[in-house]
């Protein structure tokens, strides 16, 4: 399982899994447990986690405390990126390297 870290309430919508990393507003719900989105503000959101009682603030959690679960589909993506990025820090590297010579 691939996770990413939740930066502000642009990487989240109603109905996402994730996973809580930290418990600062004191929530219902564990660290380490995996629940679903439920309501979402700019700032925090309820989670819904299976086999944990389910009420009006209880299971709050702040984004910085939330890491959004990937599916496969999200994953290959990243993945790609990934592989983009080493791709050109590879050229970008040799063309450095290519304009000392030439330089020198």
Known sequence: ??????????????GDKVLIVGNVAGSRNSIG???????LTTHDC???????AF??????S???DLEKVLDEAEED???KIQDV??????IVDKW???VVWFNS
């Not at 399982?1 to 109603?14: A, G, H, I, P, Q």
């Open 1 to 14: 399982m691939k996770t990413e870290r939740v930066k502000d309430s642009k990487n989240l919508k109603v």
């Open 33 to 39: 447990d995996i629940g679903i989105v439920k309501n």
């Open 46 to 52: 309820q989670v819904v986690v299976e086999g944990k």
């Open 55 to 60: 009420g009006d603030r209880g299971n709050f």
């Open 62 to 64: 702040i984004l910085s």
């Open 77 to 79: 993506v990243i993945e």
């Open 85 to 90: 990025k080493s791709w050109w820090i590879a």
């Open 96 to 98: 450095d390297r290519l």
